[in-house]
């Protein structure tokens, strides 16, 4: 019987050792598992965006189906609309009212219902169920809720022996409308950026705090809103993104009257495209809205920067 044959050093060690991958493999494999992502964002975001640069550098005759270039013609358009301007300054006061509502009430009821007792998560779950809700569910609620002869809220204003508001045909009333429908719709998700950024928060600071002596209202002011102005920052960034892009509601809530007191920049672009019959003009409306989102972005990144908040 022979002996069993045994493999020397230099076989073994290659045998253990995993074959080594090619210099170019390495390399490319990073962009190969990047490649569906940046594929699906130039198909889906940059090629529209491209597209519609170029769109806004035509006049469209969509009943004859001609097109003329008129190079900056709709942008130079746009500085003399009094439609346009208008919509510039409803969409600046629409997201100065919403964004700090937003921002302050989603710390309050997250602050609140910071503790996991049973009564807290069933609020949690009541505060972000109005998030989900599709927006014409929105609009037809707080319609019903507002109308002024068979809404709720005149109703009880009614049996109260008050009079009626006329919540959405009044432009300061209708403005107020749809801040609150806006705020109620939305507070509920970023209540839920707060309550995680609350989690991040060491217990112990708040023990420390305690036994120093600290009250509630110390806490709050100098050990939680310190530690949350990151989570601040992306409220402040995306309620801002949201509030200029607010559409389904205020169309179907107030279709932006009365007298365009409610008329957004994006529902004046809508307008234009679609009503108007001239989507060059509306997609100019759309590309200046790109740079002016990206500079109050800026800003307000600059601002928490300042504060020491990054």
């Not at 950026?193 to 705090?209: C, K, N, T």
């Not at 809530?253 to 509306?282: E, K």
Request: hydrophobic share 55%; net charge positive; glycine share 6%.
């Amino acid at each position: 019987m022979s002996a069993p044959e045994t493999i020397s050093s230099p076989d073994a060690r290659s045998l253990l050792t995993p074959p080594k991958r090619s210099r170019w493999g390495s390399r490319l494999a990073p962009y190969l598992f990047l490649l569906p992502t940046v594929s699906m964002l130039f198909v889906f975001s940059i090629l529209p965006l491209l597209y519609g640069v170029g769109m806004s550098f035509y006049d469209f005759d969509v009943v004859h189906g001609r097109t003329t270039f008129v190079a900056l013609q709709n942008y130079w358009r746009l500085l003399h609309d009094p439609q346009f301007g208008l919509s510039l300054l409803n969409t600046a006061w629409y997201t100065l009212s919403v964004v700090p509502l937003i921002l302050v009430g989603s710390i309050a009821i997250g602050v609140y219902l910071r503790k996991s007792t049973v009564a807290r998560l069933i609020a949690r779950v009541g505060f972000y169920v109005p998030f989900v809700l599709s927006p014409v569910v929105v609009a037809t609620s707080w319609r019903w809720l507002l109308n002024e002869d068979l809404g709720v809220v005149d109703g009880f204003l009614k049996w109260a022996g008050m009079g009626t508001i006329p919540w959405l045909t009044d432009d300061t009333c209708a403005r107020v409308s749809v801040v609150a429908a806006t705020v109620w719709n939305l507070v509920g998700f970023y209540m839920l950026m707060v309550l995680a950024g609350l989690a991040q928060i060491s217990p112990d600071l708040y023990e420390a705090a305690k036994i120093e002596g600290a009250s509630a209202w110390r806490r709050l002011w100098h050990i939680t809103l310190p530690l949350l102005t990151p989570t601040m920052l992306l409220i402040v960034v995306l309620a801002t993104i949201h509030a200029t892009q607010a559409f389904e509601t205020i169309l179907l809530l107030t279709d932006g009257g009365p007298a365009g007191a409610t008329r957004l920049i994006i529902q004046n672009m809508y307008v234009s495209a679609f009503t108007r019959l001239q989507p060059g003009y509306g997609v100019a409306q759309a590309i200046l809205m790109l740079p002016l989102i990206c500079l109050v972005a800026w800003l307000q990144m600059r601002i928490f920067r300042k504060a020491g908040a990054l």
